[in-house]
T-cell receptor
Framework: NAGVTQTPKFQVLKTGQSMTLQCAQDMNHNSMYWYRQDPGMGLRLIYYSASEGTTDKGEVPNGYNVSRLNKREFSLRLESAAPSQTSVYFC?????????????FGQGTRLTVV | AQSVAQPEDQVNVAEGNPLTVKCTYSVSGNPYLFWYVQYPNRGLQFLLKYITGDNLVKGSYGFEAEFNKSQTSFHLKKPSALVSDSALYFCAVRLPPSGSARQLTFGSGTQLTVLP
């Protein structure tokens, strides 16, 4: 029972490098999310996907792009990494259109940009 | 716009004592409210939620939360704290779906430390 799986778990990038964070869920959920977690700021939404084929900006989308590859997978891409993107990134999924369903989170990707 | 406030960054409590982690929210309409817990180097885990009905909601690991509409609060409580309850706790709010997905808005988190 994997739930939400993120890869990689850790990554160090140099400023200007690019990378893609992968996320997959096996719960047949319609909605998927990318959050970043910074000390004292809680979780902030970067992008979300209400359903396969749709994506929308969240609170802090600048510097990121996403792809909803299929119902299972939702990737986050940093085209040109900056030190301000040093953070812990979480992918989550939930049902949509059904009231009050909770989100399920992956274990996170700890990214350091030097 | 919706927002969540957790007024305490840190809460310390002795093992065996009752604990409360505070949360207030601001939203137009009737919200869905959630509590999540995060252990070190782990993702968030769902604890409990309020959708409608009884204002006292019971969740995992003996936690409960009381929804107070007049005070727009949703405080997390446990009658007797355990050292293993030490973790980072997040309150979150979500508006009911209305044909499209609505994202969760999280508070800034409260670090709970239970002292032996």
């Amino acid at each position: 029972n994997a739930g939400v799986t993120q890869t990689p778990k850790f990554q160090v990038l140099k400023t200007g490098q690019s990378m893609t964070l992968q996320c997959a869920q096996d719960m047949n959920h319609n909605s998927m999310y990318w959050y970043r977690q910074d000390p004292g700021m809680g979780l902030r939404l970067i992008y979300y996907s209400a359903s396969e084929g749709t994506t929308d900006k969240g609170e802090v989308p600048n510097g990121y792009n996403v792809s909803r590859l299929n119902k299972r997978e939702f990737s986050l891409r940093l085209e040109s990494a900056a030190p301000s993107q040093t953070s812990v990134y979480f992918c989550a999924s939930s049902e949509a259109g059904i009231g009050g369903t909770e989100a399920f989170f992956g274990q996170g990707t700890r990214l350091t940009v030097v | 716009a919706q927002s969540v406030a957790q007024p305490e960054d840190q809460v310390n409590v002795a093992e065996g004592n009752p604990l409360t982690v505070k949360c207030t929210y601001s939203v137009s309409g009737n919200p869905y409210l959630f509590w999540y817990v995060q252990y070190p180097n782990r993702g968030l885990q769902f604890l409990l939620k309020y959708i409608t009905g009884d204002n006292l909601v019971k969740g995992s690991y003996g936690f409960e939360a009381e929804f107070n509409k007049s005070q727009t609060s949703f405080h997390l409580k446990k009658p007797s704290a355990l050292v293993s309850d030490s973790a980072l706790y997040f309150c979150a709010v979500r508006l009911p779906p209305s044909g499209s997905a609505r994202q969760l808005t999280f508070g800034s988190g409260t670090q709970l430390t239970v002292l032996p």
